[in-house]
C-alpha cells in the first residue's frame, strides 16, 4: 500500500461563498448538510457572512449561545482565565472547578457534579453512573435502560442506543444492549417494560429534536412514583431544555420533579464547550475514583465561564425576562396562526418553541436564510425557535416580521 505525502493546496480565495463551500466540503468529513454562506462574527442576536450580511439568529448554535454572541460578560470570563490557568489535570481543585460545583449545587436538587466537554459526554457519564448505582443496590442482573420513542440524547454509541435514530442507523449496529423504548407521556408503555432490571429511565422534559413534545406534569409525576416502586434512576436529560430556558434555572423545577441525575451541557458555557452531570448523594456516593474520567473535563478555563455564565442566568430579573419574552413570542405566533393558513400548531414553552407550517421544511428554511431568519429543524416538519435568551421584543418582531412575509403566498 502506498501513501501519497504530497502537499496538497486548496484555494478557495477569489470565488463567491457557493463556490467556497462546496469546494470547502471536499476537505471536510461531511457530517452536516451546509448552507451556501460562511459566517464570520456575531453580536447579541446576530451573525454576519464574510460579505457582511446580517442574520438574525433563532438557531443559536443548537441553544448554546445563551448570552448571546460575542456577550462582553463571557468574553472577558475567558480572557482573564486564560491568562491564568487554561488546563490541569482532573485530579487537582481549580478554584473555578470549586466555584462552578458549588453554584450548580446550590441552585439544584442535586448533591454533586461531574464536569466533561459535551452534552452526549454527559449522558454517557449519567448512563455509566446509574449502571454502576443499580449493580451495587439491586445487582449486576439491573442493567436496563428505558428511553422514548423520538428522543434524542447525543451521536456517542452509547447515547446513540438510547435514542430511536438506532433503528435507521443499521449499519452503527451492534448498538448498546439492555436499552428498552417506551411512549413518551405514556405511563402505561413505562409500566409495560420496567422491571427489578431497569436501572434507569431517561427523557427530555420537553422532547427537542423529536419535534418540540413537552411532557406534562402528570406524566413525570407517575414516572417519579414508577422509579421509587422499582428503585430505579430517574435521569432528567436538561442539554438543550435547561440553563434558563424554560424561564427557571433547571427544566425539572418548571415541570415540579426531582430527578436523580441531571444532565447539562449547550446553554451552561454560553457557546463554550462544556457538559456536566449533577446527582444525588445515593448515587454520587457509589462512583469512585477509576469509575470514569475525562481529559478535558473540568478544565478551569471551562468551569470559569460555567460560573460566569450560571451567575448571569440565576438571577430573578433574567429568568423573567425570558419569561416575558416566551409569552409574547407564543402570543405573537398563535395571533398568526389565526389569521393565516400557513401555520398549523405552535407549542413549546419558554424560549424553544416549534411551528408546524403547511410548507415543506427544507423550503421554508431557505427561504428565512434568504431573508436573514437563522432558524433550524426538528422532527419531520417542525421548524423551531431557539434563540438567545438576552432577545429582546425588537428582534423578536423581526423574525416575526420575517416568518410571516415568507409564509405569504408567492414568497416561499
Not at 451556501?36 to 438574525?56: F, P, T
Not at 411512549?183 to 420537553?206: G, H, Q, Y
Not at 393558513?341 to 407549542?347: E, F, G, H, M, P
Amino acid at each position: 500500500m502506498t501513501t501519497n505525502t504530497a502537499m496538497k493546496e486548496t484555494d478557495m480565495t477569489g470565488h463567491n461563498m457557493h463556490d467556497r463551500v462546496k469546494a470547502a466540503e471536499d476537505i471536510h468529513i461531511n457530517t452536516y448538510k451546509h448552507f451556501d454562506i460562511i459566517l464570520e462574527r456575531g453580536e447579541g442576536a446576530y451573525l454576519y457572512d464574510v460579505e457582511g450580511k446580517e442574520y438574525l439568529d433563532f438557531m443559536c448554535g443548537y441553544g448554546v449561545t445563551s448570552l448571546g454572541h460575542c456577550s462582553p460578560i463571557l468574553q472577558k470570563a475567558i480572557r482573564d482565565q486564560a491568562e491564568k490557568l487554561i488546563i490541569c489535570a482532573a485530579s487537582y481543585m481549580t478554584e473555578p472547578r470549586i466555584k462552578a460545583a458549588e453554584l450548580l449545587v446550590n441552585n439544584c436538587c442535586q448533591d454533586a457534579v461531574f464536569f466533561c466537554n459535551s452534552g452526549t459526554e454527559a449522558v454517557e457519564g449519567a448512563l455509566k453512573f446509574a449502571r454502576k448505582w443499580a449493580y451495587k443496590t439491586k445487582g449486576p442482573e439491573a442493567n436496563e435502560i428505558i428511553y422514548f420513542e423520538n428522543a434524542f440524547h447525543g451521536r456517542s454509541m452509547g447515547s446513540a442506543s438510547i435514542t430511536q435514530k438506532r433503528h435507521t442507523q443499521p449499519y452503527y449496529g451492534p448498538y448498546l444492549e439492555g436499552t428498552k423504548m417506551a411512549k413518551f407521556n405514556d405511563l402505561e408503555s413505562v409500566k409495560a417494560v420496567m422491571s427489578d432490571k431497569t436501572a434507569a429511565v431517561i427523557f427530555e422534559p420537553i422532547q427537542g429534536e423529536g419535534g418540540l413534545f413537552p411532557g406534562t406534569k402528570e406524566f413525570f409525576e407517575g414516572l417519579r412514583e414508577l422509579c421509587n416502586t422499582y428503585q430505579v434512576a430517574m435521569i432528567s436529560d436538561e442539554i438543550q431544555t435547561g440553563m434558563g430556558r424554560l424561564g427557571t434555572v433547571f427544566a425539572h423545577s418548571y415541570f415540579d420533579y426531582e430527578p436523580d441525575i441531571v444532565t447539562l451541557a449547550k446553554g451552561i458555557g454560553g457557546g463554550f464547550p462544556v457538559g456536566a452531570v449533577m446527582a444525588k448523594k445515593h448515587i454520587a456516593q457509589v462512583i469512585e475514583p477509576g469509575d470514569h474520567g475525562t481529559t478535558y473535563g473540568a478544565n478551569p478555563l471551562a468551569c470559569h465561564v460555567v460560573h460566569t455564565v450560571v451567575s448571569e442566568i440565576i438571577k430573578p430579573e433574567f429568568l423573567n425576562h425570558v419569561k416575558e419574552m416566551s409569552d409574547y413570542l407564543l402570543t405573537r405566533l398563535n395571533e398568526m396562526k389565526d389569521r393565516s393558513n400557513a401555520i398549523k400548531d405552535v407549542r413549546g414553552h419558554g424560549l424553544m418553541i416549534g411551528i408546524d407550517t403547511v410548507y415543506d421544511i427544507k423550503k421554508l428554511m431557505d427561504a428565512l436564510l434568504e431573508n436573514g431568519l437563522i432558524t433550524s429543524q426538528v422532527g419531520k416538519n417542525t421548524l423551531r425557535f431557539i434563540p438567545p435568551l438576552t432577545i429582546g421584543k425588537k428582534e423578536a418582531d423581526e423574525a416575526l416580521e420575517k416568518l410571516e412575509y415568507v409564509l405569504k403566498e408567492g414568497n416561499l
